[in-house]
């Protein structure tokens, strides 16, 4: 395994990660002793890298992950997330001090853990002052019980100004970035990457199969047994423009002699600004295909055929799970009001 470093943090993580969301139940492997001889297995294979949430299945995730790690834990980078829901209370969730300071708890508790490597805000809150994040998670820093920290699915813009406050304030600076990136969401390539990069970030990709699109085990016109395509709250496989651009990889796959997986696995850390790309195998079957394409390369004439069904900086359809800022979100701040609509 050729590990890379995390930006500028010293940090050596494998180019891929083992992502633990669907390890628990109630829609990923709901056999605990399963998921751990999964997390096992992957270690074994040179993944030093394990990404977890504390809002994957309401903290089973990460007590999954914290179950597997004893005796093991001192040679992985582990990371987890907070910021998503994790019950009613309407502050329990958001960056808030009161909530992040009650989060980190909860997952050291949840992992068996006195430290987490990488600690991320997994979606930006516009309700929190970016300060009164950065300086919640740098008093972590200072405790000892964080190491490093990170945001995930975070607009460009939302990125540098962390940057600048952090400067500005003498606060620690977000180390990691952790956006969507696959062959059919490369958005990213167009300002995220070249940011990351500009300010030092390690960037952990979150998705290279496109959320099971890129399997092949779906396919246009056919049922699939791929369990995300029957939730409802998926509708990426309903996409036509997604599912005519898979079609189109699958036949270059099948060219170049390539599993669908290990295509798409790839051209994900293939990329100069991507340090490791996060794989999130259900069931062993699933992590031994995975493994499988650990030594694959793709050529510069591979890339290039890809350039040309996804060009480059561009998505297809819109990915389930991406961001939205509030000004897509709401419609009052995207209207005026109706007085104000015109010019007469």
Known sequence: MQYRTLGRTGIKVSPYGLGALMLGAPIGNPDHDDSIRIIHK?????????????????????EVVGKALKGRRDNVVLATKLSRPMGDDPNQQGSSRRWIMTAVENSLRR??????????????????????????????????????????????????????????????????????????????????????????????????LAQGMLTGRVRKGQQTDLVRATMPFFKVFENELRLDAVERLISLAKEAGLPMTHLAMAFAIAHPGVTSALIGPRTMEHLDDLIAGFDVTLTDDLLDRIDEIVPPGTDVGTLDQAYLPPDLLSPGLRRRPMSERTAA
């Open 42 to 62: 992957a270690l074994d294979a040179g993944v030093n890298l394990i990404d977890t949430a504390d809002a994957y299945s309401q903290g089973t995730s990460e």
């Open 111 to 208: 992992l068996g853990t006195d430290h987490i490597d990488l600690y991320q805000i997994h979606r930006p809150d516009p309700d929190t002052d970016i300060e009164e994040t950065l300086s919640a998670l740098s008093d972590l820093i200072h405790s000892g019980k964080v190491r490093a920290i990170g945001s995930s699915t975070t607009p460009a813009s939302d990125i540098v100004e962390a940057q600048w406050v952090a400067e500005r304030r003498g606060l620690e600076r977000f180390r990691a970035e952790q956006p969507p990136y696959s062959i059919l969401n490369r958005g990213i390539e167009t300002e995220v990457l070249p940011v990351t990069r500009r300010y030092g970030m390690g960037t952990l990709v979150w998705g290279p």
